[in-house]
């Protein structure tokens, strides 16, 4: 509905669908999600980096709103758009790869 979809590291796999019934209101169901090519666990706790526009609940993810919060104070005054201008100015060519790191079924 948001047009929200999940992003993960290159050591991460994600599975998922999205239900097609009305009243389920386009709920989503985690099939799979391996981490170094372990499966998650409910009951680990899990240190996840996410940008600001993210945590805030942007992008219909309402659920970061309610999580704790680990801020480094090192990136106070960084932009993501600043980090990949600097990123480009020394790496002139991208060559972008599927990876495959999210499946929606």
């Keep these: ?4 979809f999940p992003h993960v590291s290159a050591n991460s796999k994600l599975e998922y669908m999205i239900s097609d019934d009305a009243d389920d209101n386009d709920a ?3 099939l799979s999600f391996k981490i170094n090519g372990e499966e998650v666990k ?13 945590a805030d609940g942007n992008e219909g993810c ?3 709103t309610k999580s704790s919060r680990l801020r ?7 932009f993501i758009s600043k980090v990949l201008l600097q990123y480009l100015s020394c790496h002139r060519t991208i060559e972008p790869v599927l990876e495959g790191r999210v499946k929606r079924k």
């Design 62 to 64: 309402k659920s970061w």
């Design 28 to 30: 989503v169901t985690v």
């Design 72 to 78: 480094n104070d090192a990136w106070n005054d960084s």
């Design 42 to 54: 409910d009951e680990q706790v899990y240190i996840i980096g996410v940008t600001s526009f993210v």
């Design 1 to 4: 509905p948001t047009g929200a």
